[in-house]
């Protein structure tokens, strides 16, 4: 069993969990359900802002701790002053310690989309995701059979949240392509190794239609890589680490970003 059955398999007894402790009913009451989405794929087409997703990250299964200390509040307000498009806060406790609490303290202090970083299974995911207040969320097809990413993304669209789904390969990527999505994410960590490398990005740029805006997700550790992707039609990029493994990452990603507007 690799790290993402071993995470999946938890998922699935975790949702049943949560269900009974939070009906959905009760999510449905939150003061963020019938609130409009702010939206991701606009955001990254935008041609005044960085493209870059900031992302809230405590620790990982790879890394283990990266960044105990910082606070959602104020990492979260700093990415979005440094310039990033959009903000991705890790939810999953048990492998990253995240919480619904740190994407609603996102939501609440920042007015750029928020992306809910986790592993959707079941619908009633979704409704909590809409119920703390993220306006897009991620489905991994790597954990996911494609009739059920791609009703869990058409559930997601009924809801008003926009969806991004995450690929490894091309294999993933055809399988799984369908009129529900709104971003596709190529993620460059291979998630039998952990090896990183963009050139899985650029392998599957042509393959990902001009209809959903691509984004590359690990491994973007400077601006130059950036640089790079752009040229093969990259529009949004996930940097979290590279932000997070220091002491102040809002301080990092305004430093970094700064820069890549002025090689850009």
Same mark, same amino acid.
């Given at each position: 069993?690799?790290?993402?059955?071993?995470?999946?398999?938890?998922?699935?007894?975790?949702?049943?969990?949560?269900?009974?402790?939070?009906?959905?009913?009760?999510?449905?009451?939150?003061?963020?359900?019938?609130?409009?989405?702010?939206?991701?794929?606009?955001?990254?087409?935008?041609?005044?802002?960085?493209?870059?997703?900031?992302?809230?990250?405590?620790?990982s299964p790879s890394k283990g701790m990266i960044n105990s200390h910082a606070k959602v509040e104020?990492?979260?307000?700093?990415?979005?002053?440094a310039g990033a498009s959009a903000l991705s806060v890790l939810t999953d406790s048990e492998f990253f310690g995240g919480s619904s609490e740190d994407l609603s303290t996102a939501r609440k202090f920042n007015f750029c989309p928020v992306l809910r970083k986790d592993f959707i299974v079941d619908e009633y995911q979704i409704v909590e995701a809409k119920s703390i207040g993220a306006d897009a969320i991620l489905l991994i097809a790597a954990a996911l059979e494609p009739q059920k990413l791609k009703s869990l993304a058409a559930f997601a669209k009924r809801l008003g949240l926009e969806v991004l789904m995450e690929v490894h390969n091309k294999e993933e990527l055809d399988n799984n392509l369908n009129e529900h999505l709104d971003v596709?994410?190529?993620?460059?960590?291979?998630? !039998?190794? $952990?090896? %990183?490398?963009?050139?899985?990005? #650029?392998?599957?740029?042509?393959?990902?239609?001009?209809?959903?805006?691509?984004?590359?997700?690990?491994?973007?550790?400077?601006?130059?890589?950036?640089?790079?992707?752009?040229?093969?039609?990259? !529009?949004? $990029?996930? %940097?979290?680490?590279?932000?997070? #493994?220091?002491?102040?990452?809002?301080?990092?990603a305004r430093e970094f970003i700064k820069e890549l507007m002025v090689k850009s």
């Open positions: 069993m690799d790290i993402l059955d071993k995470i999946i398999a938890h998922k699935i007894k975790e949702v049943e969990d949560r269900k009974s402790l939070f009906p959905e009913k009760l999510l449905e009451q939150s003061l963020y359900f019938d609130g409009q989405s702010v939206s991701l794929k606009k955001y990254l087409l935008r041609e005044d802002m960085s493209g870059i997703i900031a992302e809230f990250k405590r620790k104020k990492t979260t307000i700093g990415y979005m002053q596709v994410g190529v993620n460059n960590r291979n998630l !039998k190794t $952990f090896e %990183v490398s963009t050139d899985i990005s #650029k392998a599957l740029a042509s393959h990902i239609p001009d209809e959903f805006v691509r984004i590359s997700e690990s491994g973007i550790s400077n601006p130059e890589t950036i640089i790079d992707l752009k040229t093969y039609g990259y !529009k949004g $990029f996930l %940097v979290g680490e590279t932000f997070m #493994k220091t002491a102040r990452p809002e301080v990092t």
